[in-house]
């Protein structure tokens, strides 16, 4: 129902109010030759305008441009500054632990990181903890160790997932049905059919056709899909999947990494979920790098008793910086005193209202959108009814259309997740922040659809 005429023209005009207002971060992307593809990341060219905006400040969930321009952040550094930029009480344990303390770095333990592995276990469940800067580390040296306990070498991820840049994770589904390379993957060292296998999320049976080779050693995956748009699990299915690995004997690995937007224990709390491991990442830092994954008892005595594996010093697993003093110190403070269980209450509470003012708006407007949520985490799609599987999913975006929604929001003093029309709330997020969205969210589809 969208006019691709109309939507051209607005698009143009929205172009160059961006080029008009941002002259400063247009001038630093033109000037960043000493950079591969301009930035210090070739992701942050995802934008929607002619150039990325250009961060001058952050604090709570607002951000000013180099151009002196403020923004509503609803991308919260997708996730990882899920507590809000700079929290008070992260800003105090960093300080702490470069000045007063020292060593930010040191090749000892703290004690505060008993602590956080014991707040992990309150949250996810899960009893041993070891940590990384990363969540793609995390799943890494997870996918590793699994891989050596069990003896088995593939791993099973659903297709399109999002487990970071892990190789393992870059395989989709075929026409055919069987895994094949996700388009645009890098490099890639092998073929990456030959350390992974995949299914659809929702779709059991073909779990069960591929846990039947018997080579699976675990499957990883999101309890949702999140990073090619929220696709929420079906009734059934996640209890599906946990019986069909305890039948073949199939580890299962639960990436809270986004979906920790649930609840202050994510999914595995929230839908009372017994995966072997857990991978969480990038929100647990308070903005300062940091990831972990949890294991059961069972499983890390399994690991720990193994005297052929290398887990010291040269045998895949671990890294320098991992664990260490400063980023321990803000997985604590962001935990213990920013994403606490109360804070969750009123992020969700928040999430709740905005989902349910763009529903109202799209009803308004007669746009036949759909609206999907996740805890705190907010999504909507164009097209009637949310996706059910990931292909689903990747087919159904809209370039178009989301750079659209995503630069008229931004001209507007709005930031949105660059890679899907997805808010996320955080706990300093102000309930003006999210009616303002809503109304400029209402805006744009008022002039799309006039």
């Not at 799609?381 to 931004?410: I, M």
Request: aromatic share 8%; net charge negative; glycine share 10%.
């Amino acid at each position: 129902m969208v006019d691709r005429d109309r939507l051209t023209e607005l698009a143009t005009r929205e172009q160059a109010r961006f080029r008009a207002e941002h002259p400063r971060s247009e001038q630093a992307f033109a000037r960043g030759a000493h950079l591969f593809g301009r930035v210090p990341m070739t992701w942050m060219n995802k934008t929607a305008g002619a150039f990325p905006l250009y961060l001058n400040t952050a604090h709570d969930a607002t951000v000013t441009d180099i151009d002196g321009r403020q923004y509503d952040d609803f991308a919260l550094g997708d996730t990882a500054a899920m507590a809000g930029h700079s929290p008070a009480p992260v800003v105090a344990a960093v300080t702490r632990r470069l000045g007063e303390l020292g060593g930010a770095t040191a090749m000892m333990p703290t004690e505060d990181a008993e602590w956080v592995g014991a707040e992990l276990t309150r949250r996810f469940g899960l009893t041993r903890w070891s940590f990384s800067l990363t969540a793609t580390d995390a799943n890494r040296w997870a996918i590793r160790i699994v891989r050596a306990v069990t003896g088995r070498p593939k791993i099973l991820v659903n297709s399109y997932c999002y487990h970071g840049s892990v190789d393992e994770s870059l395989i989709v589904v075929g026409p055919d049905g069987e895994g094949m390379s996700r388009e645009g993957n890098v490099g890639a060292p092998c073929d990456v059919t030959a350390t992974s296998r995949v299914a659809e999320f929702n779709d059991l049976d073909g779990l069960e056709r591929q846990l039947a080779y018997g080579d699976v050693a675990a499957v990883l995956m999101e309890p949702a899909l999140t990073n090619v748009g929220i696709v929420l699990p079906e009734p059934g299915y996640l209890d599906g999947v946990w019986d069909s690995t305890r039948r073949h004997g199939t580890l299962l690995i639960i990436d809270e990494t986004h979906t920790f937007s649930a609840g202050p224990g994510g999914c595995c709390r929230e839908w009372d979920l017994e995966p072997d491991l857990v991978v969480i990442g990038k929100a647990i830092g308070g903005g300062i790098p940091a990831g972990a994954y949890g294991m059961s008892a069972e499983f890390a005595d399994r690991a720990l008793g193994r005297a052929d594996l290398d887990l010291v010093d040269m045998g895949g697993v671990g890294g320098t910086m991992a664990g260490s003093a400063l980023s321990v110190a803000a997985m604590r403070a962001t935990l213990e005193h920013v994403l606490t269980d109360d804070a969750f209450t009123t992020m969700i509470a928040l999430a709740t209202r905005y989902a349910d003012g763009i529903s109202a708006a799209f009803a308004e407007h007669r746009a036949p959108w759909s609206v999907s949520r996740l805890g705190a985490r907010t999504e909507y799609r164009f097209r009637p009814q949310a996706p059910r599987t990931g292909t689903e999913s990747h087919r159904a975006a809209d370039e178009q259309l989301d750079d659209f929604v995503h630069l008229y929001l931004a001209n507007r003093g709005v930031l949105m997740t660059p890679f899907q029309a997805m808010a996320l709330m955080s706990p300093v997020t102000t309930v003006e922040q999210a009616d303002h969205c809503v109304a400029v969210t209402s805006e744009a589809v008022g002039e799309l659809l006039a």
